[in-house]
């Protein structure tokens, strides 16, 4: 069960519908890599289909005080049909079927839409709240693809290093308490199940062997990969859970399963809310983290449906219900004056974002601006976490 942050149910409806009485009709053309971004909206056509997250298209069903799509389709006459997906992987494929209009993806999918054409440059003039956007979160690796913008921010989160108070007499500084060979902890350490996973060992590798060289814990050559591949098939006897499944994450914190190990901050918040001795920081190492992004299919037959589902989720109202609904920042300082956590989340602090690292699709083109090296693209990250996991 979710963890409702905010108890508001009102939503932008008379922004989006005065977006199309100003909208003209036309669309742009198309490229020989894909199609062009669209210059003017049209008539909605009615329907547009997403692609989502679990919790990121709520129409009151779970919860009825979280509806963001039953006044949208009131707005805008776009009907809204979603089907959520569990990982990045599955969103990849799906959205090749060319079955969806729009997509949520995190930064280990959306690199992989964009350079295989399965999503379309967005035109952010068409988006008007996209302005109020975070800068922090614009023209990232993740959601732009040679200086052109390919979607809009939604929200952002870092992976934390999560602890049992009772078994921690003082907060962890460090991620050390999760990599160490011989960890008082064997067992009872959790990570996620990716193998984006290998970022953060990266990561903690880039922090404390700096003789690696690692600028970029996505971006690892064949020897550095060689040494965050070591590093996990180490940790690898000390985990007692690989999970996904938030939900289930939280519920080995509550029996006791598992002590410590990587977590968002919303398993945290549910487990806080239930009298759990939890607790969550962001180690000194920095962190990986998420930045997901809504993007339009570069086949859909309904892009103003499409664009108008973009503004409505950059609205802050309902960008503050839909983010606080999940438990992540919101992608602007306007939505926060709906919701009254964003302090927790660190929502627009720019110092924080700036020691995350985002979910990026790892390429064979290295993503820190080496030429004169190759680097191991998401196949080999895909390989590799098979092996470790065994």
Known sequence: ?????????????????????????????????????????????????????????????????????????????????????????????????????????????????????????????????????????????????????????????????????????????????????????????TSYDSPIYIADAALYLMKTQPDLGITNPYALDETQFAAAVELLKVQRTNVGEYWSDYLAQAQSFTTGDSVVGTSWQVITNVLQGEGAPIEAVLPVEGSTGWSDTWMISATTEAPTCAYLWLEHMADPETNAMATGYFGEAPSSDAACSFREDCEAFHAGDAAYAAQLWYWTTPTAECLDGRTDAVCMDYPAWTQAWQEIKG
């Open 1 to 189: 069960m979710r963890n409702p942050m905010t108890r508001r149910a009102g939503f932008a409806g008379l922004a989006v519908a005065s977006i199309v009485i100003l909208a003209g009709c036309g669309t742009g053309g198309s490229t020989a890599e894909g199609p062009a971004a669209l210059t003017e909206l049209g008539d909605p056509e009615g329907a547009v289909s997403i692609l989502a997250w679990p919790g990121y298209v709520e129409d009151g069903t779970n919860y009825p005080e979280y509806d963001w799509v039953s006044g949208f389709e009131e707005a805008t006459g776009c009907m809204v049909t979603t089907k959520t997906y569990g990982t990045s992987d599955e969103a990849v494929s799906l959205m090749k079927t060319g079955d969806y209009d729009v997509v949520a993806a995190s930064g280990d999918a959306s690199l992989r839409m964009m350079v295989a054409g399965d999503v379309q440059p967005v035109n952010t003039d068409l988006v008007p709240s996209y302005a109020g956007i975070y800068d922090f979160l614009k023209n990232q690796s993740h959601n732009s693809l040679d200086g052109v913008a390919y979607g809009v921010p939604h929200g952002y989160g870092a992976n934390l290093l999560q602890y049992n108070t009772e078994v921690f007499a003082e907060a962890p500084t460090s991620w050390s308490v999760v990599w160490e060979a011989n960890s008082p902890y064997a067992g009872k350490i």
